[in-house]
């Protein structure tokens, strides 16, 4: 499958430079995959568009400050984006800067006895560092959260870069559908009989790279650390064998839940899975897990937990879009993005939202 085949053009007006207030006043795309019918909504009304049994999954995870700066041997400045901890002292990272070569020390400028040795260079092209010292208790004063590169104004509160229930540290990029949500709003639907569960993704790399090879099968995803726990499978079970929809607040939540049900992708963790085939597995198909999570989901994926999905509007070329097609339909999906271009949907991270029924 050519990945051309998920390129489009975006007026730049529409890309979202800053949230609305309050959160849940962003525009509500809601498009059903039977029928083809799009209707226009915004966040706020979802109560109204849910149905009292319905399950909302959202990935708890919280965005850490993980932009920092260093200096070359040289003086030369460096930029550093966290990815993923590797141990206590080591990260892999992407690095922006001239020449930064593994052997080379750097150290930071917030914290300058905190040296910095480039370790390696990941498959990816990042690099894997070695700081001196943990950063557990120094990331918050030396960090900053880091903004995709394509918003350019600085956020008066970094709290609107967080999600109302973020909890567990490890991200890269926030999971930007559950920006849109409120505590109010969450009150209001679990009223309304919606049920609230969570997982945990750390947004990672992926997120900041597009797809570059000529077909979108020869990309390959970069693992990111998720976990569902007993308790959230177990009550999702529950929901499915009683004929209830399961709902996933984005793209992040969808592979959390749809790696549940191929534990193939899950490496170096744990999963209580056996290869055995079991007469419940039908009925009963989200099997508790934690570790990292290679799946990667393109049109023609079996999907086996989810049954709705929030998102919002995706870059082009991206595993994201590539996800959101592999659900809806490649037809609908256009569809659904010529029309909210057409309406002046807001796009990407600080962007409107989409309901896929």
Do not use: C
């Not at 850490?64 to 990815?83: C, D, H, N, S, W």
């Not at 880091?146 to 709290?159: G, T």
């Not at 597995?281 to 934690?290: Q, T």
């Amino acid at each position: 499958m050519r990945t051309e085949r998920f390129d489009y053009e975006l007026p730049p007006e529409l890309i979202a430079q800053e949230p609305v207030e309050p959160r849940d006043a962003a525009r509500l795309m809601v498009v059903d995959r039977r029928t083809g019918h799009i209707a226009h909504h915004h966040f706020r009304d979802l109560p109204d568009l849910l149905r009292p049994g319905d399950v909302l999954v959202a990935n708890n995870t919280r965005v850490i400050p993980a932009r920092l700066f260093a200096r070359k041997p040289t003086g030369g400045r460096v930029e550093i984006l966290l990815l993923v901890r590797r141990d206590e002292v080591t990260w892999e990272a992407l690095v922006r800067g001239r020449r930064v070569r593994p052997g080379m020390t750097l150290h930071l400028e917030a914290q300058p006895d905190i040296h910095v040795e480039v370790v390696d260079i990941t498959p990816a092209g990042g690099r894997v560092l070695r700081f001196s010292r943990p950063l557990t208790n120094v990331l918050s004063r030396v960090g900053h959260i880091p903004l995709p590169p394509y918003i350019r104004r600085p956020l008066d509160n970094p709290e609107r870069y967080q999600t109302v229930y973020a909890k567990e540290e490890g991200s890269a990029a926030a999971p930007t559908a559950g920006l849109h949500f409120t505590p109010q709003l969450i009150d209001t639907l679990r009223a309304r009989g919606v049920a609230f569960h969570f997982v945990t993704l750390h947004v990672g790399l992926d997120t900041f790279r597009p797809i570059t090879e000529e077909h979108v099968e020869e990309h390959k995803i970069h693992a990111e650390w998720a976990e569902l726990d007993p308790t959230t499978a177990q009550a999702l079970n529950r929901a499915k064998a009683e004929g209830r929809r399961i709902i996933a607040v984005g793209t992040t939540t969808m592979r959390v839940l749809e790696t549940a049900t191929h534990p193939e992708a899950v490496r170096d963790g744990q999963v209580g899975w056996t290869k055995e085939p079991r007469e419940e597995s039908a009925r009963a198909p989200l099997v508790p897990f934690r570790g990292w999570t290679t799946l990667y989901i393109t049109p023609g994926f079996s999907f086996r937990a989810v049954d709705a999905l929030i998102t919002n509007f995706h870059l082009p070329r991206s595993t994201l879009l590539v996800l959101v097609a592999a659900f809806m339909g490649e037809d609908l999906m256009w569809r659904a993005y010529r029309e909210a271009i057409r309406e002046r949907y807001r796009f990407y991270s600080f962007g409107d939202a989409m309901l896929i029924l």
